[in-house]
Nanobody
Framework: QVQLQESGPGLVKPSQTLSLTCTISGASITTRDYFWSWIRQPPGKGLEWIGYISYDYRVYVSPSLKSRTSISRDTSKNQFTLQLSSVTPEDTAVYYC??????????WGQGTQVTVSS
């Protein structure tokens, strides 16, 4: 059974960098054709796709977040990470990692709440 699990601090101070890790179990991050995404949902708003890293190391980030976002992976640990710099309270959200195949996010982590506050 394939599972995704997000981890990271639940509280980040304004102007700091938010760092989250997604650990994949039951499948390899290098499996062909899979893309590994980060998605967030601010309170009272819809889902916002942040970006992905692919099975072959391609990275794509939403233009609206590109200047502040880094997505990377550790193949040896079967993990991928999100770093979002210079956070503000508007970055408060539930953050999800997800697997994408053929433009469909078919598997999601449970999500982790991140609050930006001093």
């Amino acid at each position: 059974q394939v599972q995704l699990q997000e981890s990271g601090p639940g509280l980040v101070k304004p102007s700091q960098t938010l760092s989250l890790t997604c650990t994949i179990s039951g499948a390899s991050i290098t499996t062909r054709d899979y893309f590994w995404s980060w998605i967030r949902q601010p309170p009272g708003k819809g889902l916002e796709w942040i970006g992905y890293i692919s099975y072959d190391y391609r990275v794509y980030v939403s233009p609206s977040l590109k200047s502040r976002t880094s997505i990377s992976r550790d193949t040896s640990k079967n993990q991928f990470t999100l770093q979002l710099s210079s956070v503000t309270p508007e970055d408060t959200a539930v953050y999800y990692c997800a697997r994408e195949l053929d433009f469909d996010h078919d598997l999601w982590g449970q999500g982790t709440q991140v609050t930006v506050s001093s």
